[in-house]
């Protein structure tokens, strides 16, 4: 998909600030981006994109290790399919990942009261954390991301 129709569909509903964020990430210099079609080429007719671009997140990311990777779901965990389409595609990935034999972190959006979130990722060059505040009406009040150089002690910090 495009970048334009993209941001249009799927980062701008969550406002300006996300459209922000979307373009830091992207113009961050730890950020490489791998387009599917060069690497795997066009979807074929009738296939799902949404459920092939998340083989290919996961396919990517199991390069690296199995024992590498978490993958962190805002899901309810509800096993009966869902008609949200956001919905879907995490529970496609939460499935994907548990057939692999990785490891699933699921937030339950519904059992979050007065709580903040803090998950801390590390890749080769750097640690990155996000903080989610959440009140008792289950609204985000802010997040946080900050990337970090990459620790070089061996003594064990606190971040």
Do not use: C
């Amino acid at each position: 998909m495009p970048e334009a129709p993209y941001v249009r569909d799927f980062v701008s509903p969550g406002g300006e600030k996300w459209i922000r964020r979307f373009y830091d990430m992207r113009n961050h210099p730890l950020v490489y981006e791998f387009y599917q079609p060069d690497n795997v080429g066009p979807a074929k007719e009738g296939d799902n994109v949404h459920e092939r671009n998340n083989r290919w997140a996961l396919y990517s990311a199991l390069a690296r290790s199995i024992d590498k990777m978490r993958l962190i779901a805002v899901w309810d965990g509800k096993s009966e399919t869902p008609k949200d389409l956001d919905a879907r595609l995490v529970q496609h990935m939460v499935d994907l990942m548990r057939d692999s034999g990785g490891i699933v972190e699921q937030i339950d959006p519904f059992k979050l009261s007065d709580s903040t979130i803090e998950v801390t990722t590390v890749t080769n060059n750097a640690h990155s954390s996000v903080s989610i505040k959440v009140n008792s009406s289950d609204k985000v009040e802010g997040t946080k991301s900050v990337p970090q150089k990459k620790r070089t002690s061996s003594k064990k910090t606190q971040t």
